[in-house]
């Protein structure tokens, strides 16, 4: 089956700086690959998914995501953290029309 | 429209008691899910649904049934709860039965404590 991992358990960011979330997957053909962030309290939001096509993903809130065959991997960038960024953020691959997420990366940014 | 929403937002059973966890969307979506959310673990796939009368088991079903009489409503109901089911309920909705690759709508879940 289909699985994604995310290595980074916590990661601490300077408000303006740049953030990098790493997904690693393993599935032998194309994976349909998607990246959610959920606020405190909150459920779940799609940040944006790849399914084919070109491999950098725009996607809401400033995000963007590469898909890397080679690597096995799927990123999550921006540029520039907000405050409000503050989250965790779910890698997830689909398996057989079934989602399958990782254990999440917890973000937090300092002033 | 209200999107998906679920009740209680929280929830303390003793052990061997039996309840069910509302889910109701009203964006007329054919996919409905529940997953369970553990420290580490992320998000676990309980059981899905395709539509109304069509159910199938995710990755943890043991313990959880589901039916799905209407379009709208998707309850899960613990038949007799054990700590080991202490956790954040989530459910969510997609627009087809295809289900996932859509964009799944969550709602903002359901924290159950089992003593």
């Known amino acids: 089956a289909q699985s994604v991992t995310q290595p980074d358990i916590h990661i601490t960011v300077s408000e303006g700086a740049s953030l990098e979330l790493r997904c690693n997957y393993s599935?032998?053909?194309?994976?349909?690959l998607f990246w959610y962030v959920q606020s405190p309290g909150q459920g779940l939001q799609l940040l944006l998914k790849?399914?084919?096509?070109?491999?950098l993903v725009q996607g809401i809130k400033g995000f963007e995501a590469e898909f890397k065959r080679s690597q096995s991997s799927f990123n999550l960038r921006k540029p520039s953290v907000h405050w409000s960024d503050a989250a965790e953020y779910f890698c997830?691959?689909?398996?057989?029309?079934?989602?399958?997420f990782g254990a999440g990366t917890t973000v937090t940014v300092r002033a | 429209n209200a999107g998906v929403t679920q009740t209680p937002k929280f929830q303390v059973l003793k052990t061997g008691q039996s309840m069910t966890l509302q889910c109701a969307q009203d964006m007329n979506h054919e996919y409905m899910s529940w997953y369970r959310q553990d420290p580490g673990m992320g998000l676990r796939l309980i059981h899905y649904?395709?539509?109304?009368?069509?159910?199938d088991q995710g990755e943890v079903p043991n313990g959880y049934n589901v039916s799905r009489s209407t379009t709208e409503d998707f309850p899960l109901r613990l038949l007799s709860a054990a700590p080991s089911q202490t956790s954040v309920y989530f459910c969510?909705?997609?627009?087809?039965?295809?289900?996932?690759?859509?964009?799944?709508?969550f709602g903002p879940g359901t924290r159950l404590t089992v003593l």
């Open positions: 969510a909705s997609s627009y087809d039965s295809l289900g996932a690759y859509n964009e799944q709508f």
């Open positions: 790849y399914f084919s096509g070109d491999t």
């Open positions: 599935y032998g053909a194309t994976p349909y």
């Open positions: 997830a691959v689909l398996n057989d029309y079934k989602l399958s």
């Open positions: 649904s395709v539509g109304a009368g069509i159910t």
